[in-house]
C-alpha cells in the first residue's frame, strides 16, 4: 500500500521554475516506477514524466522535454519534478502516481496546482 502526497505547487510567471515533491509512504515506493501526469481544465489527463524505481530510466512527453526534470529519492521515500522555463501552456493540476514495473499507475496522489502567467 502506497499513498502518496505532492506539494510545491503556485503561481510563477512564464519563464520562471518550481519543484514538485511527492512525498510517499510505505517502503514499497522504492520499488516502484514513479510518474507525473498532468490535467489542464477541460482538458484529459497527460503524461509528463516517469522514471524506474533505480532511476536507470527516465521518460519525459515531448512538450516537456528539455524543461522538466524528474528524480527521486528513495532513501527520503520522495519524487521530484523540477520544472524550468515554464510556459503559459503547463498550467494544470499535477499528479504524481506510482505503479509496479510492468502493471498500471494504481497509486495516485490528490495533486498540486501549477499556474503560469504571462
Known amino acids: 500500500q502506497v499513498q502518496l502526497v505532492e506539494s510545491g505547487g503556485g503561481l510563477v510567471q512564464a519563464g520562471g521554475s518550481l519543484r514538485l515533491s511527492c512525498a510517499a509512504s510505505?517502503?514499497?515506493?522504492?520499488?516502484?516506477?514513479m510518474g507525473w501526469f498532468r490535467q489542464a481544465a477541460g482538458k484529459e489527463r497527460e503524461f509528463v514524466a516517469s522514471i524506474t524505481w533505480d532511476a536507470r530510466s527516465t521518460n519525459y512527453a515531448d512538450s516537456v522535454k528539455g524543461r522538466f526534470a524528474i528524480s527521486r529519492d528513495n532513501a527520503k521515500n520522495t519524487g521530484y519534478l523540477q520544472m524550468y522555463s515554464l510556459k503559459p501552456e503547463d498550467t494544470a493540476v499535477y499528479y504524481c502516481a506510482a505503479g509496479m514495473p510492468g502493471f498500471q499507475y494504481n497509486y495516485w496522489g490528490q495533486g498540486t496546482q501549477v499556474t503560469v502567467s504571462s
Open positions: 510505505g517502503r514499497t515506493f522504492s520499488t516502484y516506477t
